[in-house]
């Protein structure tokens, strides 16, 4: 399922984005290109996720296919460059996985960009979980799957309707982002983000 080439998103190895016990973490890491198409910045890779002014100076077709390139990284396995961390706004319960894969990197930045200021409460470690098992799921490619279908539907749906006024991907479903805050509104019915675009605040730099 996984495509070859992608126009907006690039993934590259890097041995920059993460340490374990001080030693560099080799990996990869998924990014969205500037839209300048410079082609000095074909090569740029930013570990973090803070793409929002990028992503605001696409236009609204371009937006929805950056997202459909993403959920092209299904069944992408390697490893992510990146450790776990908390995207949060303040301490959370902290998840036992430790590593997440590209796939999973692909989900977190999908959902960072289009959930945008709300980030930092709705998904604040790039960890799935398994509301009726209690477990943590990165590692579990059957549910992941099922995930990355839920977010097509949703993106097909909020893309007949110009993402205008719509919610979060994983509302009220069995699976959701480890330590998502219950009792924040996006889980209200009258809960509606205005349109897909820049926001004030995202989840970007680790807060560990």
Partial sequence: ???????????????????????????????????????????????????????????????????????????DTSICAKEVCNYGSKFYKRPLTKFYTTQIDALYLFTVLTVASYSPNYCPFPVLYDNQTGEEINNDQKKISKIFEIYRKWLKENKSKGFVNYNVPLRDKRFEWFSTQKNFNYYKDEFKIAKLDRAARVVGICKD
């Fill in 1 to 75: 399922m996984l495509k070859k080439e992608h126009k907006y998103i690039i993934k590259q190895h890097s041995l920059s984005c993460g340490l374990i016990d001080g030693k560099p973490l080799s990996g990869y890491k998924i990014a969205l290109l500037p839209i300048s198409k410079d082609k000095k910045n074909v090569g740029l890779l930013l570990c973090q996720y803070q793409y929002d002014k990028t992503f605001s100076e696409y236009s609204n077709d371009e937006k929805i296919e950056i997202l459909e390139e993403l959920l092209s990284f299904e069944g």
